[in-house]
């Protein structure tokens, strides 16, 4: 293990995990269109009815299955993803069951491409973790912005980088993997501690532990 200083190299570091990510993508014929058996996510929904939510924004959605599953709840549903790959896979889910209240589109969490106070909600799953900790804060402050005043966020942060897998380390802990099954992949393990930094323009609402270790953590924009 190693760690890297030089700005040139974090840049290339982050660029192939960029591409991981597509390559990962590109390798998925067929689209697994149920959603995992996780609890939570009925409740983030049920959630989402009480405080009579309407415009819900579900960030790096990956092909989708966590945006579709809140479609069904009548909420109007923007999934984004850096992905081309991932992007070309919900929107032919999309197509194929006549989903009219999603709208999936090609982003880059760090450019954020929507007006400022969008959207009423933003879900980030499983997906922080792929980030280094300097950017994990930008990603808070664009999630902020993008949040109406008083706009919930919903978060799913896996317990991470414990498991086997070649790899070298960033400064800040980033596990960035070399075997040949996650080569380029960055992932990280965020504490309890960094969480609640990285959300300090919100109040936290609920901050659990699921069966998995995940935090799962429900919070509202100050
Ligand atoms: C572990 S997957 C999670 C996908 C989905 N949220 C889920 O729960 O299954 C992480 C996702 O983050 C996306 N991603 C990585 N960097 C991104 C960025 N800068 N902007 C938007 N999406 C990004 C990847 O393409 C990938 O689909």
Redesign the pocket.
Known sequence: MSAIQNNQDIEQIYKDN?NF?DTA?TRVTKIHKDPPKLPYIHEVARKFKKFQLKKVLDL???SG??SVFLSKYNFDVTG????EA?ITLANQWKKEDNIQNIDFVC????EMPFPEKTFDAIVL???LE?FRYDQAKIVFEKISKTLVDKGFFFGCFDQVGSGKGEYFELEDSTHVYTDDMRKGMMLRNFTDEELKGLLSSFDILSFDKNTYGSRLVWARKK
Request: aromatic share 20%; proline share 0%; charged share 10%.
């Open positions: 960029l990510w993508w790096a959605c990956g299955w966590l984004m993803d850096i992905s991932a982003g880059d969490i760090f799953n499983s997906s792929h």
